[in-house]
């Protein structure tokens, strides 16, 4: 059983949401992400997001697109994503999750990414922009490195598409709450509750829920029908507004709390 799986069983049988934040490698730097990841562990997450920079990141919103912009001038790399997780992996036992498009680790190398993501300690691999139809090797890869396959759904995924991700993933399913890019919303839409029902109809995995969840009290409206929410632009908009500051992680770990917390 994998450390996520393991994770999912914990929560099951305590009877609580997860909480899982999302950061990006490099951003502000290194050296701060590796703080972040030990802070946010402290904090009450569940499961770690961390982000590999692109490019061209099409699913994110402007808050995480920034971000990306910020560690690719800083020169991050998948290699250095991993390195930061392999650093922190002696400080902490939290699953982590690699959150990235495929172009930089189709260029990292499939098998070498699954062998390396493996011995850094990471857990379990989403890749946005990989449809299962197209994943067979991928996920082997993954599969034969103890490594969970993480697949997103969203509420215009078809039925069929939906049968093909649930043969594919491990861990858990990530629902997108709403059409479009990552970023805060001031409500859950009934978008995402339908599809987390959707998604049960054909799989027994946990579902986590992420996209536009950006405050504690949305994170317990998600509870409510998910298993876990995932929050990504709130945290690392509050990284930027922070930038280099003495507080950054402390500040980062309160407000960590807070979405953590049952009540």
């Known amino acids: 059983m994998s450390r996520i799986q393991q994770k999912f069983h914990e929560l099951k049988r305590s009877g609580r949401g997860g909480f899982i ?15 972040l990841l030990i802070e946010l562990a402290n904090a009450g997450a569940d499961i770690i997001e961390l982000g590999v920079p692109f490019s061209d990141p099409v699913a994110d919103g402007e808050v995480i697109q920034r971000a990306s912009e910020r560690a690719l001038r800083n020169g991050v790399t998948v290699h250095d994503a991993l390195t930061c997780a392999k650093n922190v992996r002696k400080h902490i036992d939290v699953p982590l ?21 493996s011995e850094a300690g990471i857990d379990g691999v989403l890749v946005t922009d990989l449809v299962p139809e197209e994943a067979q090797s991928w996920t082997q890869n993954l599969l034969q490195n103890q490594l969970d396959p993480i697949f997103l759904a969203a509420p215009t995924t078809s039925d069929k598409r939906l049968a093909r991700i649930a043969q ?35 799989s027994d995995l946990p579902v986590a829920v992420g996209f536009g969840i950006s405050t504690p009290e949305q994170v317990r409206a998600v509870w409510r029908f998910a298993d876990a929410a995932v929050v990504g632009s709130a945290i690392v908009k509050q990284i930027e507004k922070l930038g280099n500051s003495t507080d950054l992680v402390k500040h980062i770990g309160t407000f960590a709390q807070s979405l953590a917390a049952e009540t």
């Open 21 to 35: 934040p999302f950061i990006t490698a490099g951003d502000p730097d290194l050296a701060t992400t590796e703080r």
């Open 97 to 117: 999750l690699l959150f990235s498009y495929f172009n930089p680790l189709l260029q990292f190398g499939q098998e070498r990414l699954a062998v390396t993501a």
């Open 168 to 202: 594919h993933a491990r861990g858990f399913i990530y629902a997108v709450s709403r059409a479009g890019v990552t970023g805060e919303r001031d409500q859950i839409t009934r978008d995402a509750e339908a599809l987390v029902k959707r998604i049960r109809s054909v």
